[in-house]
Each structure stands twice: as structure tokens, then as C-alpha cells.
């Protein structure tokens, strides 16, 4: 049997954490703000804390899995000596900012300081499709590893806090782009009456074959060099960026999505790489 945990936030995620540990046998100390919100995992046998202070004193390693940093603020603001010599596990979303304040303050306080960015829904949690990253005090990831692997893959970054933020927020940038994507393509083939259903099949398969060129786009974007062996130049697939910007418009979609992209596309082409292949777009993005 393991060291105890405590687990503050039983919103979805946070729920679905406990009985993470719960299924895997560890002594799960809970608060949170709502407190009718750990009835249910009170009957499997989770310990209720009635206040944040409890919370702490009962175990050596404390998660958080809160809204935001605003939530994750208020909660720790008058604890901070009693976090001395604890690992604390943030698993909130937030900006680089936000982490780094946190992770200085806590640190000052004599806490080990991890921070975790969660890749996955509240029923993947415990799968092993849920990946869960992490970065900042190395001995806090050993100490809490035992608990943590009860959630999915955890994939450990370095030492610097932003780390798992900042990837977690790119991963969450691949996906919304993804998804935008794939809402305005389903509504402009809508306006044709094709019906979301009917279209899938296309697209599908369509973003599937997109994907394999990441690996070619890695090495160009990692090199600089966005112009050997192109097949696929910029000035060529411009015409059907702004092709589909104003395709969008004559059909009553509106272009919003694809409008950011066609500017990016217009900004590198001005440069002159109209021969070099569409991954050039990221020098403009990084303000080149
Ligand atoms: P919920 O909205 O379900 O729960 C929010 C939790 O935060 C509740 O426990 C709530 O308490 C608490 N809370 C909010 N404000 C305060 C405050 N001022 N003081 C104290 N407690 C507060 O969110 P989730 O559980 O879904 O998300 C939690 C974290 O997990 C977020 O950072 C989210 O980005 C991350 N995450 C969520 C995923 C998901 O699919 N749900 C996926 C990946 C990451 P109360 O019950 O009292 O309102």
C-alpha cells in the first residue's frame, strides 16, 4: 500500500483523478469548495478534508486540478507555510505566466513543485490512451510517480515549470486548429448540401494522408530550409487558400477560420518564397 495522497478540485477532471486512485487501491484524501461534490467518492472510501489546511496536513504529495490559476491563487493564498517540505502537483490549465508566479511562490514556501498538463478527457483517465505531461522539480516526479501512473502515460519534460504548460497549450492549438478546420470545410461543403455524415468519409481520410507530411515538415521547420525538394510551393497552394476564403464568402460561409491563414500565406509569399513549400509559414509566425 502506498503513501497518501490528497486531491483538491472534484470538478469532472478532478473526479475522475480520484477514482483513478481509488481503482488503484491508494488512500485519497479530497476537498473541494462544493463539498457535496465527494459524496460519491466518499462511499468508495476517499477521506473528506473540510478545509484546504486538512487537506494538506493529511498527505506528503497534494494535486490540484482546478478551473484556472485565478481558482489555484485563492485556494493556496494562506497556506503557503504549511506546503513546506510537500510535493504539490498542479494539474490546472494555464499560461507560462501564470505557472512560473505559482511555481516561484510555492517553491519560496518550501514546496516541491510540479506542474502537469492533462492530454485527455475525464473517461480516458486511468486508460492508456491518457497522457499527462509534466515539468519542474524532478524529485516531486519521482516522489508522486506512483499515484500519477495510476492516471496514463506521464511523460516527465525537465525542470523548467512552463514546460508541460506550454506544450500542453500547443497540443491544445494542434487540436482547435484541427477542429476549426474541419468545422469550416463540413460547413462550406454544407453549402452545397452535403450533409456532415456524407462528408466524412472524405475527410477522414483526407486529414489522415495530411498528417504523414509532418515528419518532412519537422526536419524543414528544424533546418530553416523550406525549399529543397519542394512538391507543393506556397504560391501554388495560396491561389486555393484565398480560393477557399472567397468561395466561402460567395457560398454565405463565414471565412473567420481560413481569413488568419490566408494573411500568413500572403505575408510569406510578399517575402519571395512563393517556390519554397507551405512550412515556411512558421517563419512569419515566429515575426520573421
Ligand atoms: P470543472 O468545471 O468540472 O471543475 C472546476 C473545479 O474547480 C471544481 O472543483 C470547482 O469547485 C473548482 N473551482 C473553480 N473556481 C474555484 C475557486 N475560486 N476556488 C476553489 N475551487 C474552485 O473543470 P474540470 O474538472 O473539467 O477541469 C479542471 C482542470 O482540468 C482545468 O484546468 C481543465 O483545463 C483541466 N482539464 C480538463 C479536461 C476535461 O475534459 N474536463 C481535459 C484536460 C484538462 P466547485 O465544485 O466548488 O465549483
Keep these: 500500500m502506498s503513501k497518501t495522497i490528497s486531491l483538491i478540485g472534484l470538478g ?7 477514482n483513478a486512485l481509488l481503482d488503484a487501491g491508494h488512500v485519497t484524501t479530497v476537498w473541494n469548495r462544493t463539498s457535496a461534490r465527494a459524496d460519491a467518492l466518499i462511499a468508495r472510501g476517499a477521506r473528506l478534508a473540510e478545509t484546504v489546511t486538512e487537506a494538506i496536513a493529511a498527505s506528503d504529495a497534494i494535486i490540484l486540478c482546478l ?6 491563487e485563492t485556494t493556496v493564498a494562506d497556506v ?7 510535493t504539490v502537483v498542479n494539474l490546472t490549465n494555464g499560461r507560462p505566466d501564470e505557472v512560473r508566479a505559482v511555481a516561484t511562490r510555492l517553491g519560496a514556501s518550501g514546496a516541491r513543485y510540479l506542474d502537469g498538463g492533462i492530454m485527455a478527457t475525464p473517461p480516458m483517465i486511468g486508460t492508456p490512451d491518457a497522457f499527462i505531461l509534466y515539468s519542474g522539480s524532478a524529485q516531486a516526479f ?4 506512483e499515484h500519477l501512473a495510476t492516471f496514463g502515460q506521464n511523460h516527465y519534460l525537465g525542470e523548467d515549470p512552463v514546460l508541460a504548460a506550454v506544450n500542453d497549450l ?3 492549438s494542434a487540436m482547435y486548429g484541427l477542429f476549426g478546420g474541419y468545422l469550416h470545410a463540413t460547413a462550406l461543403a454544407g453549402s ?8 466524412l468519409p472524405l475527410v477522414e481520410p483526407w486529414l489522415a494522408a495530411m498528417m504523414t507530411a509532418l515528419p518532412d515538415y519537422a526536419e524543414r521547420i528544424d533546418s530553416g530550409d523550406h525549399a529543397r525538394d519542394v512538391m507543393s510551393n506556397l504560391a501554388m497552394q495560396s ?13 454565405g460561409i463565414d471565412p473567420a477560420f481560413m481569413e488568419p491563414m490566408e494573411r500568413l500565406a500572403q505575408k510569406r509569399l510578399a517575402g519571395g518564397f512563393g517556390a519554397d513549400e507551405v512550412s515556411g509559414i512558421i517563419e512569419v509566425m515566429r515575426g520573421k
Design 12 to 18: 469532472a477532471m478532478g473526479t475522475a483523478l480520484a
Design 67 to 72: 478551473t484556472d490559476y485565478v481558482a489555484v
Design 80 to 86: 503557503g507555510p504549511r506546503l513546506a517540505g510537500k
Design 142 to 145: 519521482e516522489d508522486a510517480t
Design 170 to 172: 500547443a497540443l491544445l
Design 192 to 199: 452545397v448540401g452535403v450533409t456532415a455524415k456524407q462528408f
Design 239 to 251: 491561389v486555393a487558400i484565398t480560393n477557399i476564403v472567397a468561395a466561402s464568402r460567395s457560398q
